[in-house]
């Protein structure tokens, strides 16, 4: 007979699995291999307030939000700045896991959250049996930074102000 708590393993196991089979990142990859970063994650809960990662701090860390909503918020001159609100089925901080990067905002929970958390630790363990999977993910960054620059440049156009300029060319990193 199985524990309650193995039932709750299961189910968060398959609701990690089900969240990353949805999440672009994770595309072309093998069930196997997302088998492994689903049953290697974390889930996290949060509070309104609470901060789910801090500006000026490297985690090492991924989020994807399973339920709730979040704000990324932009700390300077004692003042903070909302940049966007994330709901749920949103992936962040993948760049964390395959390099050192220090978060240049902080995420801070807007009402009660779920987040499945991934560690650069937990993320290194998978792809030193499956080394393909850096060139994969990073194909679907390249993807997601063109798309979100094409929103740019129409924004920046639709506008007409140098507000944007910043970000614009974001693609050719």
């Known amino acids: 007979m199985s524990s309650p ?11 990690n699995l089900n969240a990353f ?14 088998k492994l970063f689903a049953f290697l994650c974390k889930r996290q809960t949060y509070k309104p307030g609470d901060f789910i990662f801090r500006q ?3 985690d090492g860390c991924s989020y994807y939000i399973l339920t709730g909503r979040a704000k990324l918020v932009f ?24 390099s050192p990067i220090v978060k240049q905002f902080s995420l801070v929970a807007l009402e009660d959250t779920v987040c499945i958390v991934m560690t650069r630790e937990a993320f290194t363990k998978v792809v030193n049996q ?3 999977i850096p ?7 390249g993807q997601r ?11 920046f156009e639709s506008k007409g102000t ?4 910043n970000i614009l060319g974001i693609s050719l990193l």
């Open 135 to 141: 060139m994969k993910m990073a194909k679907a960054i």
């Open 130 to 132: 499956f080394p393909e």
């Open 5 to 15: 708590t193995n039932i709750t393993d299961k189910c968060e196991f398959i609701d």
């Open 75 to 98: 700390e300077n001159d004692e003042k903070e700045h909302v940049i966007r609100e994330y709901a749920s089925e949103t992936y962040l901080s993948v760049l964390s896991l395959m």
């Open 21 to 34: 089979r949805q999440t672009e990142f994770f595309a072309g990859m093998s069930i196997e291999i997302i």
């Open 145 to 155: 930074v063109a798309r979100s620059e094409k929103v740019a440049i129409a924004e």
């Open 56 to 58: 000026g701090d490297d």
């Open 162 to 165: 140098g507000d944007l300029k």
